[in-house]
């Protein structure tokens, strides 16, 4: 009797390197830099190192993105970073990165921007930001709390999660259209703060306060955590035509874009209120900004702008995530149902609700805040460790064939895994119990495997 083997589940390839691109920039530029320059500022309180940092970051970001281009060539399936440290490190390596993208990465970005979009909402629709709980589920440990706030945050994860379930085409429409919104958005505020806003320029010469090492490589993790997302079209490697020519072509425009941004965004932020001035900002410093430069137009000018950018990053968060948990499932390090390809849509549909319902737990527990918190560290260290396995892999496979090599290898790529090794045991020095906490969770992950593991073995 003849048997058949059954070829595992793949997706489309119906992207191009714009699609790429937009879902870096829609993931890339959210809440972080609405938030974190402050933060930042007040860690390196001296404009041009305060501004350094940001370039940093891109120039990091940029030699990562190369790096992943190489790879995502060389391995061009769904997973990202998971495929990478899989094949370079071993199945274990793999899953914990995946277990990160699951219980934080991904789906804690997913849940603190759907909160934040609450929020801004409210100014529009009064009562959509209001956090008093309507009922409570008293679960141990982590009661569920249902307020008109969550409910909303909620909604707009099941509102993307539906999108991207019933086809990549829709998906795919409403990611560029959000991309280039926010895009429009950002370069027009900019545009107009820099030439008609009041400001000035001798603020990018002040220093408020003397910046130690320390603190420039502290500043780099939130730094670092905001430029997350600059490797996401790696994830979707699957579904884009020609990835050998697109998928580097999509993270490089990509990265550029977010890094020409980020550093004219903190540029304006300086003109307009000093290095001190920024430091000492509470909330979002763009609506500080704006209401500097715009005067009362600037609240809801800036909500409708916010609101576009958080609902681009929801969108973008739900594209590339659920790939991780497919690739994972197909190799049997994860439930086999998230493996299964929608046959009508052609969409990773089982993990793309997965994903939204674990960020619905975490906007209804409460518990977004620590685990980005716990686990902001891990995004550089697994960027880091994915990016390594390039030296692996050309060691290992020298003659694999590789239709993209990485830029400035082997210096760039080598930077790179310092600079990320650097930021990773800086975290411990500076914040020893948090980052303690944080690998604790990343570690969890580790009985996890070995029960899917054991799980394939037996079948």
Avoid: C
Avoid at 401 to 429: D, K, Q
């Amino acid at each position: 009797m003849t048997t058949t083997t059954q070829a595992p589940p793949s997706l489309e390839r119906r992207l191009g390197p714009l699609d790429g691109a937009a879902i870096i920039v829609s993931n890339v530029i959210g809440g972080g830099i609405l938030f974190l320059p402050p933060q930042i500022a007040a860690s390196v309180p001296s404009a041009l190192l305060f501004l350094s940092t940001w370039l940093a970051g891109g120039l990091l970001a940029f030699a990562g993105a190369m790096a992943y281009a190489e790879l995502a060539a060389l391995r061009p399936r769904a997973g990202g970073e998971y495929v990478y440290l899989r094949d370079a490190y071993g199945g274990l390596a793999g899953f914990l990165t995946g277990w990160t993208s699951f219980v934080a990465g991904f789906s804690g970005a997913m849940a603190a921007s759907a909160i934040v979009l609450a929020l801004y909402l409210d100014r529009f629709i009064p009562g959509a930001a209001n956090a008093t709980p309507l009922f409570a589920v008293p679960l141990p440990y982590v009661p569920l709390t249902f307020s008109v706030q969550t409910l909303v945050a909620s909604a707009a994860i099941i509102v993307a999660a539906i999108v991207h379930i019933v086809g990549i085409g829709p998906g795919r429409t409403v990611t560029n259209i959000l991309a280039a919104l926010k895009v429009a958005a950002f370069v027009g505020f900019i545009a107009f703060g820099l030439t008609l806003g009041t400001g000035a320029a001798a603020n990018l010469q002040q220093s408020a306060a003397p910046v130690t090492m320390a603190g420039w490589l502290f500043a780099l993790i939130p730094i670092m955590f905001t430029y997350s997302g600059w490797n996401a079209a790696a994830y979707m490697a699957e579904e884009i035509r020609d990835p050998g020519r697109n998928v580097p072509l999509a993270l490089a425009v990509g990265t550029v874009a977010v890094t020409v941004i980020y550093l004219l965004m903190n540029v304006l932020f300086i003109y307009v209120m000093s290095i001190g001035g920024l430091a000492a900002v509470q909330g979002s410093v763009l609506d500080v900004v704006a209401d500097r430069l715009l005067g009362v137009r600037a609240g809801d000018i800036m909500g409708v702008v916010s609101i576009v950018s958080l609902a681009a990053g929801i969108n973008a968060f739900t594209f590339a995530g659920p790939r991780v948990y497919f690739a994972m499932a197909r190799d049997g390090a994860f439930f086999p149902a998230a493996a299964r390809v929608h046959p009508r849509f052609r969409t990773p549909a089982v993990s793309i609700a997965a994903q939204a319902m674990f960020a619905i737990l975490l906007v209804l527990t409460g518990s977004l805040d620590a685990l980005a918190n716990y686990v902001g560290f891990a995004i550089t260290l697994f960027l880091g460790l994915a990016v390594a396995a390039v030296f692996i892999l050309r060691a290992r496979e020298p003659d694999a064939p590789r239709p993209f090599l990485a830029l400035g290898y082997p210096v760039a790529p080598a930077i790179f895994t310092l600079a990320s090794a650097g930021i990773v045991v800086n975290a411990f020095y500076a914040d020893l119990r948090r980052t303690l906490v944080g690998a604790a969770i990343i570690l969890a992950g580790v009985p996890i495997y070995l029960l899917f593991r054991a799980r394939t073995r037996s079948r």
